[in-house]
T-cell receptor, first 117, second 112 residues
Framework: DQQVKQNSPSLSVQEGRISILNCDYT??????FLWYKKYPAEGPTFLIS?????DKNEDGRFTVFLNKSAKHLSLHIVPSQPGDSAVYFC????????????????FGQGTILTVHP | NAGVTQTPKFQVLKTGQSMTLQCAQD?????MYWYRQDPGMGLRLIYY???????DKGEVPNGYNVSRLNKREFSLRLESAAPSQTSVYFC???????????FGQGTRLTVV
């Protein structure tokens, strides 16, 4: 049962254009969502996150949108740069019932983004 | 500023051999995790430890054991390695209040 899904294994974009990476989730208990970026032979690094109380969070060229009713989030990169070429993972977490602590992260399968010069 | 440190970085095992992957973090995080990454499968959780002294199974725990030695260290043991355990293994840690996890550089394990 894949609770977090990234249905596009790969995405190819021209430098300067917008990259849109999508992610769907099924567990309605998830209330915190993150995007990670991974280069070959390195560990994933945190990129941007969003709490379920928001529908948008922006950090420079990166914006994450959350549509709770559709259980869908997306990452927009504008403008895309060749250095953005990497694997992007979305992840989700839920707080324990009645608690303030977050539990483990559940990851999607990843999307390989290639930005062409 | 080491963050999360994993050893070794590479390992080749023969089927049936055992080994322990080591992980240490210096961020005073309560929670630690072991994930494996396989092509097309994303990052799948093997085991996690929400705090010192506790461990819980994740999505793919079969064939693995873990030890939360202290707050800093969380090790993953393969008792009898199988070719299906060929993968890249990542250790991570987080402050459970903010959910964001920090990852190590990974261990590339090949079982022949």
């Amino acid at each position: 049962d894949q609770q977090v899904k990234q249905n596009s294994p790969s995405l190819s974009v021209q430098e300067g254009r917008i990259s849109i990476l999508n992610c769907d989730y099924t567990n309605s208990m998830f209330d915190y969502f993150l995007w990670y970026k991974k280069y070959p032979a390195e560990g994933p690094t945190f990129l941007i996150s969003i709490s379920s109380i928001k529908d948008k969070n922006e950090d420079g060229r990166f914006t994450v949108f959350l549509n709770k009713s559709a259980k869908h989030l997306s990452l927009h990169i504008v403008p895309s740069q060749p250095g953005d070429s990497a694997v992007y993972f979305c992840a989700a977490s839920a707080r324990a019932a009645g608690g303030t602590s977050y539990g483990k992260l559940t990851f999607g399968q990843g999307t390989i983004l290639t930005v062409h010069p | 500023n080491a963050g999360v440190t994993q050893t070794p970085k590479f390992q080749v095992l023969k089927t049936g051999q055992s080994m322990t992957l080591q992980c240490a973090q210096d961020m005073n995080h309560n929670s630690m995790y072991w994930y494996r990454q396989d092509p097309g499968m994303g990052l799948r959780l093997i085991y996690y430890s929400a705090s010192e002294g506790t461990t819980d199974k994740g999505e793919v725990p079969n064939g693995y054991n873990v030890s939360r030695l202290n707050k800093r260290e969380f090790s993953l043991r393969l008792e009898s390695a199988a070719p299906s355990q060929t993968s890249v293994y990542f250790c991570a840690s987080s402050d459970s209040v903010i959910a964001k996890a920090f990852f190590g550089q990974g261990t590339r394990l090949t079982v022949v």
